[in-house]
């Protein structure tokens, strides 16, 4: 399937939600984590057991062969997971020293996953606003200039709203001045786009624990 093709994602989507249809009964915790854990072409799953985590990493690659499709990249905090799958089939940031393996941080959704702190944080691609301008060849603040930063901010979970929010009234707000896409959206404007700009900068700074459940919430309220 081509990259470029409008129908790929649709097409993808489509293969894997016939493998769970006809696979199902025979890989059920597999077919389970393809209807309800994909995004795109990333799986990510967590279960309340290491037995049930190393069923799933054993019976998804075997799901998805029915299909021709090669899952690798496997990335867990688990031994037990790890030490049931091929290392071929392994995230290199899974490293093996004296027989333990060693995790560095990987990426998952836009977020930084590290395993051995079991935390999600994130991680930005520039480090001032000024290489950030460069980066997208922004020369002066426009309205197709604001539209393709905010374009560059990668958080499906949302859990960066609270920061990405006041940058998306200011858009409402420039929309309602009926700006010309390539107008300058003046100085008043220009400085509070690029504060919004540095706070997003500033995301590395936040960190999450993977694992949230109701025993979790109910400790934070007593």
């Not at 690798?72 to 392994?90: A, G, M, Q, W």
């Not at 940031?93 to 560095?104: H, L, S």
């Not at 051995?116 to 301008?133: A, G």
């Not at 374009?151 to 309602?176: C, E, H, K, N, V």
Request: proline content about 4%.
């Amino acid at each position: 399937i081509l990259f470029v093709n409008k129908c790929s994602p649709n097409a993808s989507q489509k293969v894997l939600d016939e493998l769970h249809k006809l696979f199902s009964a025979e890989f059920p915790v597999a077919a389970k984590t393809l209807k309800e854990s994909c995004y795109m072409d990333d799986c990510a799953d967590s279960k309340f057991s290491e037995n049930e985590l190393r069923t799933l990493a054993v019976e998804l690659p075997e799901l998805l062969k029915r299909a021709d499709m090669k899952i690798c990249k496997f990335y867990t905090n688990s031994k037990l997971v790890i030490d049931s799958l091929p290392r071929e089939l392994l995230a290199k940031e899974i490293r093996f020293e004296d027989k333990d393996p060693f995790f560095d941080t990987n990426t998952v959704l836009g977020m930084v996953w590290d395993a051995s702190s079991d935390k999600l944080t994130f991680k930005t691609k520039y480090s001032t606003v000024e290489e950030w301008k460069t980066s997208c060849g922004v020369q002066k603040w426009t309205k197709r200039a604001v539209l393709k930063t905010t374009a560059s901010t990668f958080d499906p979970l949302g859990l960066l709203s609270p920061i990405i929010m006041y940058p998306r009234t200011l858009i409402q707000q420039l929309w309602a001045e009926k700006l010309d896409w390539d107008t300058h959206i003046g100085k008043n404007m220009e400085d509070k786009w690029e504060e919004c700009l540095a706070n997003i900068l500033k995301v590395s700074a936040i960190s999450f624990p993977r694992s949230v459940s109701y025993t979790h919430l109910r400790a934070h309220e007593t």
